[in-house]
């Protein structure tokens, strides 16, 4: 970091950091008191984090190395035709829903729209406590605390992408969550009364969060998004204190000019140097004390648009960091240059294969990555097949656009897939009783037209892209589909394709079963081994966020979130290439299934 | 209708002359730079912007990388060419992307008044109507 550039950006912070706490303090503090205290509450720790209990899901993905699998059998593929609805509990309509919910002593923490958290009895859904923001105060508002611009009317719908926290983490006995406005927050998770919040960074120069944090060796890490605007800063993931909130380290995503990589971007300055989000929770492996957390593609989109046809690192990459100390350890950038908005952000999913410890990830291409976890080394690439854009190289991994893929301004491309890609943050999961990877895909194509934007401070964005969507010429008229690939071969077990788009990330389990949603309200559930449609039940809105699966005195549960608003296609796809199909536009919700008693 | 945006892109030098006999016979085509709505009602258009389209848009409607941008080089690049009137039909039925085609009317053709004030297009004496075949007839053109 330049210190030049650094010392009054940390002088600022800390003032307002300080600004916001007392304010938030006197304000935020008007919160929703809790409902309840839990008094049967065990303190989370690192142990439990890395090996928890087979009934609990204490991390986003279930573990830290995001298998999104569960160990446990109750259901299986015998008896899941029996699922019935054991509770449901309506989530706020006021924003986007993309929960992913934890169990801890058989209550279920989930995200909900717009900053609330709340806490439900797993058993039954009664509500236990509920932490609620309360809107901004005129003179929150008026404080110059640097929140002047992000701060939103109380009634603003949360759109693309703004409202949504994907994830929160649960450690100690505190809950932590990541907000739209650039802070991350820690809720006692007893009580749901707020211990600290720290402002992170300034919301009006566009920062905000979707990702939530991650623990890893008692460090909060957390991914900023929102990086696409010109500024004289770049995108960062930071470290925390969980007991204060007090930020440890600050890793920049984007190489700036004197940095080692500073030359990827050509000779642009720092103020143009946009993108590399880290809109995505990270992975962690406790042996190699590494945290995996993936970064979005430069801003704007297009390399004519952004001025460079440079690597433009660390964007589009996999960046190991030490939680220690935010050190990158090694990086692998999937797709340098990449210039048609194919995000490479994902989940990353930490297998060992044949006694090699691997990381596996996906990106808008459609590209299953396997990556050496210890030293980046790329061991493996599988191209699922359905995008024109790109040649992989089998032995070394590198990408090299196919002819005439490169977009120019105002030029009109014919590109699978589309800027929505075939995959996005619908993450996909892994059972280790199969080895196998069920992936959400969304099959689509479009005629993009990339257009400029203005290089100027507070300009730059993504750039305007004029966009025909169009369905996949090997869809069938299907958007959606649930994709099995053996590990580590990459061959395809089965497919199982619907109109409808998957739009919620994959969960397995060791009852041989695949859970997964769509966007037309089925809710369903795969034999893992063969793709046969067992079971499916229609909810109340589109499926939409992670599943996860946990027992309470011996009982298994299935979750799933529904709600509706967002980042990514869910808004645009299945209404353009799917027109007879509706769903309700509000109706959020969790809903969680079990056997009969 | 189709005829002029044919025109508008392909056969400029004729849409000019074509421009010229229509004036000249007095019948007062519109165009986006005689004042197609009034200040009032992009005041209202921007009440109503604050309310269902800040958060993803942006105060400055710069958008994000989920929505587009809504003024200057992006939005020309998007909506050069075309008309009003398709402008108010793709956010009618679009927008809220979670509650399309949910507001009223005039919420509709307040924020697209609002859009085009931001973009530096003149305020007039007429609000924007609620009559599409008007509205078709406004092409979003950046040249005076």
Not at chain 2, 96 to 121: C, E, H, M, W
């Amino acid at each position: 970091m330049n210190p030049i550039n650094a010392m009054p950006h940390r002088t600022y912070l800390r003032i307002v950091t300080i600004v916001s706490i007392l304010l938030l303090l006197a304000f935020f503090g008007l919160a929703t008191p809790s409902q309840a205290q839990i008094e049967e509450f065990t303190a989370v720790t690192d142990e439990m984090l890395v090996s928890p209990p087979p009934g609990e899901w204490l991390s986003w993905r279930g573990t830290p190395a995001a298998w999104g699998y569960s160990p446990l059998d109750q259901i299986n593929t015998d008896n899941v035709r029996q699922l019935q609805l054991k509770w449901s509990f309506a989530l706020d309509d006021t924003g986007a829903i993309q929960a992913a919910p934890l169990i801890h002593d058989g209550i279920m923490f989930i995200p909900s729209a717009r900053g609330v958290i709340q806490a439900l009895d797993a058993v039954n859904g009664e509500l236990l406590w509920e932490y609620r923001p309360a809107p901004p105060t005129e003179e929150f508002i008026n404080s110059g605390a640097g929140t002047r611009a992000a701060v939103l009317p109380a009634g603003a719908f949360a759109g693309v992408g703004r409202g949504v926290q994907k994830n929160i983490a649960l450690y100690g006995d505190m809950i932590f969550a990541a907000t739209e406005t650039a802070s991350i927050r820690a809720v006692d998770a007893r009580s749901g009364l707020l211990v600290w919040e720290t402002q992170v960074a300034d919301p009006t120069l566009g920062y905000f969060y979707t990702a939530g944090p991650i623990v890893a060796n008692g460090t909060l890490v957390t991914g900023i998004t929102g990086c696409d605007r010109y500024k004289e800063d770049v995108c960062f993931i930071t470290g925390h204190d969980p007991l204060t909130g007090e930020e440890k380290w600050r890793t920049a995503t984007i190489a700036r000019p004197e940095d080692p990589g500073g030359d990827t971007w050509g000779d642009l300055p720092l103020r143009f140097r946009a993108g590399s989000d880290a809109w995505v929770a990270g992975s962690y492996d406790p042996e190699a004390n590494l945290i995996y957390w993936g970064t979005a593609q430069a801003k704007p989109w297009a390399r004519a648009v952004r001025g460079t046809d440079g690597d433009a690192l660390y964007t589009n990459s996999t960046l190991a960091l030490n939680p220690d100390n935010g050190q990158m350890v090694w990086y692998y950038q999937h797709i340098p240059g990449e210039t048609q908005d194919m995000d490479e952000v994902f989940e990353n999913i930490l297998i060992d294969v044949d006694g090699r410890k691997s990381l596996f990830k996906m990106g808008k291409l459609g590209i299953l990555w396997q990556l050496d976890r210890e030293t980046g080394e790329f061991i493996k690439g599988t191209d699922i097949g359905y995008q024109n854009i790109v040649n992989l190289d089998p032995i070394t991994g590198k990408i090299t656009y196919r002819d005439g893929m490169i977009p120019r301004i105002g030029e009109e491309l014919n590109m699978c897939p589309s800027t929505s890609g075939v995959k996005s943050w619908r993450a996909m999961a892994y059972s280790p009783d199969t080895s196998a990877m069920y992936i959400p895909i969304t099959l689509n194509c479009e005629l993009a037209t990339f257009g400029p934007t203005e290089r100027q401070i507070g300009g730059g964005g993504a750039g305007p892209v004029r966009r025909i969507n169009y369905h996949h010429p090997q869809s069938d008229g299907n958007l959606g589909e649930i994709l099995a690939l053996d590990i580590p071969s990459g061959e395809v077990k089965w497919r199982y394709r619907s109109r409808a788009p998957f739009n919620t990330a994959a969960l397995t389990t060791a009852g041989g079963l695949v859970f997964a949603g769509d966007w037309n309200r089925t809710m369903s559930a795969l034999d893992a081994d063969n793709g046969e449609v067992l079971w499916q039940v229609r909810l109340a809105t589109s499926n939409q966020g992670f599943p996860i699966s946990y027992s309470v005195d011996g009982k298994q549960y299935i979750a799933m979130p529904v709600g509706t608003g967002g980042a990514s296609w869910s808004g645009s796809l299945p209404r353009e290439l799917t027109p007879e199909l509706s769903r309700p536009r509000n109706g959020s919700s969790i809903n969680v299934f079990a056997l009969p008693d | 209708m189709i005829v002029m945006r044919f025109c508008a892109r392909k056969l400029a030098p004729l849409v000019v002359l074509l421009s010229l006999v229509t004036v000249s016979h007095g019948q007062g085509a519109n165009t986006i730079w005689e004042g197609v709505y009034t200040d009032e009602q992009a005041s209202r258009g921007e009440v109503v912007y604050s309310q269902a389209c800040i958060s993803c848009h942006g105060q400055d409607l710069g958008g994000n990388s989920n929505s587009p941008g809504l003024v200057g080089m992006g939005f020309m690049f998007l909506w050069e060419g075309r008309t009003v009137g398709e402008f108010f039909e793709k956010i009618r039925s679009e927008m809220p992307t979670d509650r399309p085609g949910q507001l009223p009317q005039q919420d509709y053709l307040s924020v697209v008044a609002y859009i085009l004030q931001k973009n530096g297009f003149p305020a007039g004496e007429s609000e924007l109507p609620a009559s599409l075949e008007t509205l078709d007839s406004i092409e979003i053109d950046s040249a005076r």
